[in-house]
């Protein structure tokens, strides 16, 4: 199985900052990369899909980047509804696994 | 658009198998794969298997032998049986959909259900 790694675990901003949040795979997964969003109670909703590609209704805001091992979401100005626990899930091979999730809080 | 929906008795008792139905409305079952998805409380997300409207399955090594995964075309259902269950189970359990066997992004996702497995 390819584990995913993201980093930091968890993270504390402010509304108006930018932050990158980090995702490792354990090899090469091209860019077969996917971020997912999720706030408490709700299920996942993905932003963004093959590394960077924005999925429709997705704000501008979130930007996804990398390919082979190592890949980044970055929001640019963060919101008060972007505060929620972010996912990397690939989608090289089977089976298809996830980060363990960045928690984003409010400063 | 279309809208996943799960069902299913939210309370299992160990050694028994827990059984789950994703029920879609506003498209069709057909030229898509079907996941279940689910998310222990308070933890990570684990794949558990998926199903193409034909009938072809791939599921996680880790719960292989446990699970099922089956599709109903004609009421635009697909389901999960996961047998042997003990607490390690208990969890929210999610259906997606997805375009591809790999290359998988998953959208949409029902609300999910909650599981516990519990004497």
């Known amino acids: 199985d390819i584990q995913m790694t993201q980093s930091p675990s968890s993270l504390s901003a402010s509304v108006g900052d930018r932050v990158t949040i980090t995702c490792r795979a354990s090899?090469?997964?091209?860019?077969?990369l996917n971020w997912y969003q999720q706030k408490p109670g709700k299920a996942p909703n993905l932003l963004i899909y093959?590394?960077?590609s924005l999925q429709s209704g997705v704000p501008s805001r979130f930007t996804g980047g990398g390919s082979g091992t190592d890949f980044t979401l970055t929001i640019s100005s963060l919101q008060p509804e972007d505060f929620a626990t972010y996912y990397c899930q690939q989608s090289y091979s089977i089976p298809h696994t996830f980060g363990q999730g960045t928690r984003l809080d409010i400063k | 658009q279309v809208q996943l929906q799960e069902s299913g008795p939210g309370l299992v008792k160990p050694s028994e198998t827990l059984s789950l139905t994703c029920t879609v409305s506003?498209?069709?079952?057909?030229?898509?794969?079907w996941s279940w998805i689910r998310q222990p409380p308070g933890k990570g997300l684990e794949w558990i298997g998926f199903?193409?409207?034909?009938?072809?399955?791939s599921y996680n090594p880790s719960l292989k032998s446990r699970v099922t995964i089956s599709v109903d075309t004609y009421n635009n259902q697909f389901s999960l049986k996961l047998s042997s269950v003990t607490a390690a189970d208990t969890a929210v359990y999610y259906c997606?959909?997805?375009?591809?066997?790999?290359?998988?992004?998953?959208?949409?996702w029902g609300q999910g259900t909650l599981v516990t497995v519990s004497s």
């Open positions: 090899q090469s997964i091209s860019s077969s």
């Open positions: 997606a959909r997805h375009p591809s066997a790999t290359g998988a992004k998953f959208d949409p």
């Open positions: 199903i193409f409207y034909t009938g072809s399955t």
């Open positions: 506003g498209g069709s079952i057909s030229s898509y794969y």
């Open positions: 093959s590394a960077s």
